[in-house]
């Protein structure tokens, strides 16, 4: 460290290295002492700027002028591309008429924006690369053990396969062992058929015998004759053997069916620096979901979840109430409904309004300050599903009162924005009916419909162009056609849907690739679904009328 700046030291001048420093050349950027002033000048005072060594730094050093060597240039001219001027350009027939701006006005302003340019560098871009780069060091440090879950998980499916197939071959030497005693009865039985005629043909030849040689009239007189009995033979018994007709292994199907790797996903989502933005930090998904609680709503036929907070959430079933409960499962409130049907689905605005639907009035509601009010009001068609967007929107699946047609309908309040009913092709983009469709929208305003009667999620961008379908995974331990109910998504934009049929959840990326289900929390009948704002999800049961 040179000892001449160093803070354990005072500041000594540069040229004798010994006195205290006491003035500051602007110019030459060199700390003095009072003699070496003037050694420092000696080759021309206008040369230099000597200034009080606590004021250093304090002079402006303008360009010199290419025109005119010895004068400096102190305006800039924006007539000809803010180039630089002294006075005597400004005064001269070239310049003018023009128009000149002080070069320490731009310089104040400049220095400004390199000081707000320094600071951003040093406390947001800078740590911000230092984030990336630390999270793709953390990727790489991890990459290994991900792999290795990745093979372990298909080890785990490949021993699954292998059990399996040993009880499907064992079962089928089990049918043929049964097959083998029920040949060896029919071949016993006929056996035992013929060796009774043999001896009765045995004992008829005896008999015969005897009488040849006997002299006797009357045992040849009464003799009767057996052999035309005797010719009728008996059919002549072939069972044939069982065959095993292996089928040909069809490799792609099996591959299919085991279930095949997801293709590796680079997300390039652009970087984005916005000023006093609080970072949200990202919940990864759990290896092993947990069952953090189970509230019992006392709701018969539960269907319906939405979070108003991160504390609380209303409820419906199949009864004409609405329920609202705390995380610990407390009852805050109860809204009873004026119709005695139970609501469609329920949803809260972005002013924690709560909404539902009643198809039997072709209406959407709004309860707003314990009162309810009329918020929507179809005719011919009747509301089922409903999702607040991000934006404020209200998105409503509905269907025609024939139920021969159905379709999203965007609202801004009670105006209608949007319609989404049919692919580019004219195809009526969802099933045709008065089934459920429950909807949600995700961070990418992709709007998501879990068709019921379809067995499909349908994902359409916020143009109301198909992106793409999903239609259930191949599972070994699923057996039953999927069938989505309710639906939702997180903040990686996730798209979760419950399967009713298989009770379980399926976890799909953003672009409709399988990712894992849901399957170890002893789920019954799960119906709908609903994510808070830290990623905690909620699960309606249907038979149980609990919300997990």
Not at 450 to 472: F, S
């Amino acid at each position: 460290m040179d000892p001449r700046s160093s803070a354990q030291d005072i500041h000594r001048c540069d040229l004798c290295d010994t006195a205290i420093v006491h003035s500051y050349c602007d110019i030459c950027y060199v700390n003095l002492c009072k003699p070496c002033v003037v050694d420092h000048i000696s080759d021309g005072y206008h040369k230099h700027v000597i200034v009080p060594f606590n004021e250093r730094r304090s002079t402006l050093i303008y360009p010199k002028c290419e025109m005119h060597p010895h004068k400096s240039c102190e305006f800039q001219c924006k007539d000809c591309n803010n180039s630089f001027v002294c006075s005597s350009c400004m005064a001269s027939e070239q310049h003018k008429g023009h128009n000149f701006v002080d070069v320490t006005e731009v310089y104040k302003t400049m220095k400004d924006d390199i000081k707000k340019d320094t600071k951003e560098l040093e406390n947001q871009i800078s740590p911000t690369y230092e984030e990336i780069a630390l999270d793709l060091e953390n990727q790489l440090a991890n990459l290994d053990g991900g792999y290795d879950k990745l093979t372990t998980t298909i080890s785990k499916q490949g021993e699954q396969w292998h059990r399996e197939i040993d009880i499907i071959v064992n079962k089928i030497k089990t049918d043929i062992s049964e097959i083998k005693v029920k040949h060896r009865d029919i071949l016993q039985k006929h056996l035992n058929e013929i060796k009774q005629i043999q001896s009765l043909i045995k004992q008829t030849f005896l008999a015969l015998r005897k009488i040849e040689k006997s002299t006797e009239v009357s045992s040849a007189i009464e003799y009767k004759s057996k052999m035309r009995e005797f010719s009728k033979l008996p059919p002549k018994v072939k069972v044939t053997l069982p065959k095993f007709i292996p089928k040909p292994i069809d490799r792609q199907k099996l591959y299919s069916l085991f279930g095949p790797i997801t293709p590796l996903s680079t997300a390039t989502d652009e970087n984005v620096l916005s000023l006093n933005q609080p970072n949200t930090p990202i919940r990864e998904l759990l290896d092993e979901p947990e069952l953090v609680a189970t509230i019992q709503t006392g709701q018969e036929k539960l269907r319906n979840v939405t979070c108003l907070n991160e504390d609380k959430m209303w409820t419906s079933g199949e009864t004409n109430n609405i329920k609202c409960f705390n995380i610990k499962g407390s009852l805050l409130q109860t809204i009873k409904l004026n119709s005695v049907n139970f609501p469609t689905d329920i949803a809260v605005d972005s002013n924690g309004y709560l909404l539902y639907s009643d198809w039997p009035t072709r209406t959407v509601y709004k309860v707003k300050n314990q009162r309810t009010e009329e918020l929507i009001r179809l005719q011919g068609w009747r509301p089922s599903q409903l999702c607040v967007t991000c934006t404020g929107d209200l998105l409503v699946t509905i269907y025609k009162d024939d139920k021969t047609q159905s379709k999203v309908v965007r609202y801004s309040g009670s105006t209608e924005k949007q319609t989404i009913q049919f692919d580019g092709e004219g195809k009526p983009l969802y099933s045709e009916n008065g089934y459920i469709k429950y909807i949600t929208e995700n961070r990418k305003h992709d709007i998501c419909v879990a068709d019921n009667m379809a067995n499909a999620i349908v994902v359409v961008n916020q143009d109301g162009k198909l992106r793409w379908r999903y239609t259930g995974h191949p599972s070994v331990t699923k057996n039953k056609p999927f069938n989505p109910r309710g639906i939702t998504t997180d903040s990686q934009s996730h798209i979760l849907t419950a399967d009713g049929n298989n009770h379980c959840i399926h976890i799909l990326d953003q672009n409709g690739q399988f990712l894992r289900y849901i399957d170890n929390c002893d789920l019954n009948k799960p119906f709908g679904l609903c994510v808070d704002n830290n990623d905690n999800l909620f699960v309606c049961e249907y038979i149980k009328g609990n919300s997990s």
